[in-house]
Structures are given as C-alpha cells and as structure tokens.
C-alpha cells in the first residue's frame, strides 16, 4: 500500500504505477540521491540503475565524525546530530558535482528514516523532503538495515535469496533475503551489539575510538591462547548472540593482571577477537543450516553469504567465514568497505529498489528510533 502523496505529480506517478505496473519502470534508466544520516556518518550519493538492472555509482561522498566523537570513546547523539546538519548540504552539492549532475537530471530521492538516532534522522529525512519537493521529485523513506541488506546487489550484482550477516556497532543479525523487501531474521543478539563489544574492548585498554581497526592490529601480534574467554550462545540451538559476557571476561581477565603492558594488551586483543570470531562461525553455520531448511534447498546447493557493517572489513573474521561458507555450500561475498560501512549509495539502491515496487513515500513520513526490517 501506498500512503496518501501531496503533490499532484506524485499522484499522477502513483496511479500511472499502480495501473500499469512497474515492469515499465523497471526498463528504465533510473538516478537516485540517497542520504544517510542515521549515525555517525553524513553521507550523499547518487546511484545509477541501468536499463538492465546493473548499478553504478556516480558518487558517494561521506562525512565521519570519528574527531567529534573521539574524546567521548562512543557517539554522542545530540553532537551527532549538529553535525549532521553542518555537513549534509555540502554532501549533497559535491554528490552532484562529482557526478556531475544537477537536480534536474534525477529521478528520486532517498532519505533513511530509521532505525537510528532520532536527532541524526531528522536532518536527512528533513533534507531529502526538502530537495523532494524543490524538485518534485519522488521521495523513499529507506530502512537503513535493508540499505545493508541490499548493498550486495548494488555492489555485486547479487539477487536474493541469500543469508546476510549484518556485522556493526549499532546491530548483529543474521537475515534471510528471500526478495526485495521479504526478510526473516534467523538471529540477533541479545545484549550488545558486536561493533559495540570492540569499541568497548579498545576503550577499555585505552586503545583509539572506534575501537575494531586497534583491536584487529593488536591482535595480529598477540597469542589468542593465553587468555582464555567464553564463548557465548555458542553451541546454542538458535542462531542468537551474546557478546556482553564476554566484554565483562576481558575486563576481569584486564583486572587480573594490572597494570596492563603492550604485549598483555596484544594478548587479550587476539583472544577477545578469536572468540568473537569463533562465536560468529558458530551461529552462522547454525543459520545456514536454518536457511536450506527454510527454503527446502538440498546440501548441494550454493548460496550467497553476504557480510555487510563494519565489522565486515575485519580480516580474521572474514577468513573465519569463508571457510565455513566453503565447507557449507555457500559463497562468502564482502562488499567493499566503503559499501560495507554506512553510506549514502546504499540508502540510494534500496530507494530505488523500493521505487520499483512501487513504495513511493508520504512527505510525512517520520524518523524512527525502532524500525525493525522483519515486522
Ligand atoms: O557500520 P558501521 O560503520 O557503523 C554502524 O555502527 O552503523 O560500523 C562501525 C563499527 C564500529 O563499532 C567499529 O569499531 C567496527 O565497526 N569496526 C571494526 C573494524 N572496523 C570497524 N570492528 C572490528 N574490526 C575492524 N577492522
Ligand atoms: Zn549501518
């Protein structure tokens, strides 16, 4: 269902869809602004949708506010969102410098309006309503999850079904991509989110802000056995997660050995990355067998396993899931970081995907702190 649109164009759009469906559209070139907003990260970009389906981006251009948040070791949503404001217009004008290009010359417009921070929403959505309807333009209100969950096919071309590991500091899932717009989350964690556990790791042994690219360099020169952590939800017969005692053991574990030099910090660095890593493995081997399940597929059958966030750019991780991706059957693709982390050109591929199902959105559309993918 589509909700009530304001502007006559948009009506005229919506009913021209509604009755002759949007196989027509689907045929057609189509170029989207997308903007994300709904973290730490300002983004803009504009993606191209190719005649036959394929996707280029013509820009993507973001804005991280790691010096903002740095002295506090964690995103400070009121600080987040002032930020968002002072960066998003310039995000949107070197988007269309770069791809050189003017309103004129798009489409749509997509804005994430959830999940995420409230303050940081606000400004996206606001500005991608404003542009919308400047330019009279066609408007998407995007779920940021399913940005990520649909990233493989803006990147890689991939077409569900496949499994998606979504890997960041805000959310830990496991979903089954059955279609644009059809998902089943198999897992999630219970506690924190993974993202979150590393940050708090590198905080705690006064390693830099965001803590997963300190943690993975110093644990490329620790002995992941002197310390021996939990491995939560592991064994488990769900495809949940847990990562809140396991950041307690390294506190204790920390604590035990006071005061803590470089090598101690090497140490639990790779003992607190192997169990993350090992947990991971273990929960997602659980889903696969979960998604053939579903799906009635037999073993022999290969699927795409996508890992997107990120912590998706961790090497040891990513090397713990191929092999067990190449062991089930399946086939591990990582998406470039750039396209893994948040960004606008992900916001602006699942605009358009939603556009071609016909989701054109209200210009009351509202930010959502809660917007599960799933409900
Ligand atoms: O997707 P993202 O850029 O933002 C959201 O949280 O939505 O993910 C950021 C998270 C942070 O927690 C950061 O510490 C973690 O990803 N991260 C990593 C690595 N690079 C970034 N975690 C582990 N290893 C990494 N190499
Ligand atoms: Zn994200």
Redesign the pocket.
């Known amino acids: 269902m589509v909700a009530f649109i304001i502007k006559a164009s948009h009506i005229c759009i919506y009913i021209a869809f509604r009755s002759s469906g949007f196989n027509q559209l689907s045929h057609k070139e189509i170029i989207c602004l997308g903007l994300e907003s709904s973290?730490?990260?300002t983004a803009a970009a504009i993606v191209k949708r190719h005649a036959d389906g394929s996707a280029e981006i013509l820009a993507n251009i973001i804005h991280t506010q790691t010096d903002v948040h740095a002295p506090f070791g964690g995103v400070v949503p009121e600080l987040a969102a002032r930020a968002h404001i002072e960066y998003m217009d310039r995000m949107v004008k070197q988007a269309l410098t770069t791809a050189a290009l003017g309103y004129d010359d798009l489409d749509l417009v997509a804005a994430t309006s959830g999940p995420g921070l409230l303050g940081g929403l606000i400004v996206g959505l606001m500005s991608g309503k404003a542009i919308s309807l400047a330019h009279d333009l066609p408007f998407v209100a995007v779920n940021h999850l399913e940005g990520h969950a649909l990233t493989a096919g803006l990147s890689d071309g991939i077409k569900p079904p496949y499994l998606l590991l979504l890997i960041?500091?805000?959310?830990t899932q496991i979903l089954q991509v059955n279609a644009v717009g059809n998902y089943q989350l198999l897992g999630t964690t219970i506690d924190d989110?993974i993202?979150?556990a590393?940050?708090k790791v590198?905080k705690l042994l006064g390693l830099g802000y965001?803590?997963?690219?300190f943690?993975?360099a110093y644990a490329t020169k620790g002995d992941a056995t002197r310390f021996k952590l939990p491995r939560p939800m592991k064994g488990r017969d769900n495809c949940d997660f847990s990562f809140s005692g396991l950041k307690t053991a390294v506190l204790h574990a920390a604590k035990a050995i006071e005061p803590v030099n470089e090598q101690d910090k090497y140490d639990i660095c790779a003992a607190f990355q192997a169990a993350a890593a090992d947990v991971l493995a273990d929960r997602v081997g659980r889903a696969m067998l979960k998604f053939r399940q579903n799906l009635a597929a037999a073993d022999d059958q290969n699927f795409p396993l996508i890992i997107a966030?990120?912590?998706a750019?961790?090497k040891a991780?990513a090397q713990k899931l191929d092999i067990l991706a190449q062991n089930h059957n399946f086939k591990l693709i990582v998406p470039p970081a750039k396209l893994?982390?948040?960004n606008g050109a992900m916001i602006a591929w699942a605009g358009i995907e939603q556009y071609l199902l016909g989701n054109i959105s209200d210009l009351t559309a509202p930010p959502r702190a809660r917007w599960p993918l799933y409900e």
């Not at 960041?168 to 959310?171: A, D, L, T, V």
């Open positions: 973290c730490d990260d960041s500091g805000g959310h989110a993202g979150e590393f940050d590198a965001p803590g997963g690219p943690v993975e966030g990120g912590v750019s961790n991780i893994c982390t948040d």
